[in-house]
């Protein structure tokens, strides 16, 4: 099957596939400039755990590029900058404090930005890797032909490689382990629709769009045998947070006695968050809420709560699927 990459470095500069102009238009943002990628993060044109932090790391990298006096101010502005992006995505602050240590290490060096870049490329690969173990190792949950559900976007899209669930789907589908994917559109930014639904249609595997609200009846039905997503971020005792709607799901699968897995690399597991209580929600604009692709749909003067995430409870997680291993509860990834 063929690859997708949503990040690209190359000729000096970023490249990043603009996620909110899919699935009707492929369009990359080319550019340099660390407070482009601040946007771009926040924006959603990028996004995904992973993606985020390798973003950043090439971001906070490129702050010192010709930048011949002065990188500190530069650097810790970049730094303080690209912080704020997304609070709840835990890859952001191990990629960009590994690009503050390297730099507190060489600051006085003449290559620095050319090690900082080296640096980010290095989280890149690692990354890659990461997505294609997270991959190998998730075919252990498939015991015979079943179908999937899936929730937001845990694919190319959100990773520097193959993905996370998606990429245990894509791998589950070529040992004819899996038969159909149904995909929640996820509200409020519908990136199952948009984004899974594309990477699942560019890898030809079949797949079926759901509203979020489906889910309960067709699991009820019997024709949901496994239910697997991404993380955000991930508490030592398991505890997880994901695309809002993911309790949803967990819950609706303890009900139904259907397995549910997260797949996500180790740098998502925050070892400074005991349990599922220490993670910062992030809230979203009310705009993501009240419009869809830029057409009001209700009042705008209405209020509104927009969670970006939930957290899913480790009692609820049949087992989480990293590029170490399958976990099973009782989680504990204080030594991970």
């Known amino acids: 099957m063929k690859s997708i990459r ?5 000729d000096d500069k970023l490249h990043i596939i603009n996620q909110t102009k899919l699935p009707l238009q492929l369009e990359y943002i080319v550019t340099d400039d660390y407070e482009r990628i601040a946007e771009s993060i926040e924006k959603l044109e990028i996004r995904g755990a992973p993606a985020i932090g390798i973003a950043a790391a090439y971001a906070l990298a490129l702050s010192v590029k010709n930048i011949s006096e002065d990188s500190n101010y530069n650097f810790y502005n970049a730094y303080k900058r690209l912080s704020i992006t997304r609070p709840t995505a835990v890859n952001l602050f ?7 240590i390297i730099f507190e290490q060489n600051q006085t060096v003449r290559n620095l930005f050319e090690i900082l870049i080296n640096r980010a490329k290095e989280i890149h690969e690692d990354d890659i890797k990461k997505c294609d173990l997270i991959a190998k190792n998730g075919l252990s949950i498939f015991n015979n032909p079943v179908t999937v559900l899936t929730h937001c976007n845990s694919g190319a899209l959100a990773t520097g490689g193959d993905g996370t669930a998606i990429n245990v789907i894509k791998k589950g ?5 899996i038969d159909l994917v149904y995909v929640d559109e ?4 519908l990136q199952g629709s948009r984004l899974t639904a594309w990477e699942l249609n560019e890898y030809n595997i079949p797949f079926k769009i759901i509203t979020d609200s489906t889910a309960a009846m067709l699991m009820k039905e019997g024709k949901v045998g496994l239910v697997i997503t991404g993380a955000d971020r991930i508490a030592v005792n ?5 695309k809002i709607g993911t309790y949803n799901l967990a819950v609706l699968c303890k009900h139904h006695s259907i397995p549910f897995y997260i797949a996500a690399p180790t740098t998502t597991i925050d070892l400074k968050s005991p349990t599922g209580d220490y993670i910062k929600i992030e809230e979203r604009g009310k ?3 009240l419009e869809i692709n830029g057409n009001k749909i209700t009042a705008d003067n209405y ?3 927009s969670p970006a995430f939930d957290i899913t409870s480790n009692f609820l997680i049949t087992g989480i699927i990293t590029e170490k291993s399958v976990y099973h509860p009782p989680y504990n990834f204080q030594n991970v």
Request: glycine fraction near 6%.
């Open 6 to 10: 949503a990040i690209e470095y190359k």
């Open 94 to 100: 191990y990629a960009l404090n590994e690009i503050k």
């Open 173 to 177: 589908f070529e040992k004819g382990l």
């Open 186 to 189: 996820t509200r409020p930014l």
């Open 238 to 242: 398991g505890d997880s947070a994901n």
């Open 287 to 289: 705009k993501e809420i």
């Open 303 to 305: 209020d509104v709560f």
